[in-house]
């Protein structure tokens, strides 16, 4: 008898399970880079109908971007974000983000 040179089906490897209540142990593990070696870009969108300022990207740990977050948005009087190592701030104020940004130490493309 000849051996099946061709295998029909899926292959489930031990990654695989049929219980989809079992939580994957796979985290996102940002590399962590010092300020001065971040080349950040901004990108402009339009969000029901207001303007959203976007920098990226952010190579950082979760908390120390958060107290970026939190200086940037008290010392402009804007509102803002951190969505995936995003920081997306109300408003069309690239300029005045940029020059705040120099002072902590960011680099830009």
Avoid: C, Y
């Amino acid at each position: 008898m000849k051996k099946n040179l061709f295998e029909m089906g899926a292959n489930f490897g031990d990654e695989w399970s049929s219980d989809n209540k079992i939580k994957s142990n796979k985290k996102d593990k940002i590399e962590i880079i010092d300020k001065s070696k971040h080349r950040l870009h901004f990108a402009k969108e339009k969000r029901r109908g207001k303007v959203i300022t976007i920098v990226e990207p952010f190579f950082m740990d979760k908390k120390e971007l958060q107290d970026i977050l939190k200086s940037l948005k008290k010392s402009m009087g804007i509102g803002g974000t951190i969505k995936d190592n995003k920081m997306e701030f109300q408003g069309e104020v690239k300029d005045k983000l940029k020059d705040n940004l120099k002072e902590f130490g960011f680099k830009f493309k």
